[in-house]
């Protein structure tokens, strides 16, 4: 499979852009232009480029999960009955319109899919489970693993530059 973005080249200037942008996305222009060794006119025309060719797909804050209430994190492993198209675009429409579940991944393997859903408790993903994963259409298996503790959560790509 070719990405979209392999007629894309990028320079030393930006990926340094970028891996700046992934530490802090809220950095001025100015500094960023400074950070980088461009003009603020220059870096900002690098910027714009970035984001129109889907480079920068968007910019977030991010919320510390125990402060919204919602701690734990929960590992599931869903196989699904069909693997046809239609079943397959069905299943992932149905994820997608469920806040709690913060990551799918459809895999190679013992699993369809790889979920990873945030619960305040066991108590509360007892409910998501029986109200909202079983729900789903096709699923014919389900295997959870609570996280006891997150060791590493990296947001920032890292680039193969050589």
């Known amino acids: 499979m070719r990405h979209k ?20 996305g ?17 870096c900002l025309r690098r910027v714009k480029s970035l984001e129109a060719n889907g480079v920068i797909d968007h910019y977030v804050a991010m919320v510390h999960q125990a402060a919204a209430g919602l701690p734990d994190n929960v590992f599931v492993q869903i196989t699904v009955e069909k693997q046809t ?14 806040p709690q579940i913060m990551e799918c991944y459809l ?11 945030v619960v305040a408790d066991a108590s509360d993903y ?7 994963l079983t729900a ?11 996280s006891l503790r997150t060791v590493t959560k990296k947001t920032s790509i890292p680039f193969q530059t050589g």
């Open 5 to 24: 973005f392999s007629n894309i080249s990028f320079d030393k200037i930006d990926y340094a852009i970028l891996d700046s942008l992934q530490k802090d």
């Open 26 to 42: 809220r950095i001025s222009n100015n500094d960023l232009a400074s950070k980088v060794g461009l003009s603020p006119s220059a």
């Open 85 to 98: 198209r239609e079943k397959l675009a069905e299943f992932e429409k149905h994820v997608r319109d469920c």
């Open 107 to 117: 895999m190679s393997g013992d699993a369809d899919y790889l979920l990873r859903v």
């Open 126 to 132: 007892e409910h998501l489970h029986m109200e909202v």
């Open 136 to 146: 789903l259409p096709g699923v014919s298996q389900i295997k959870s693993n609570f």
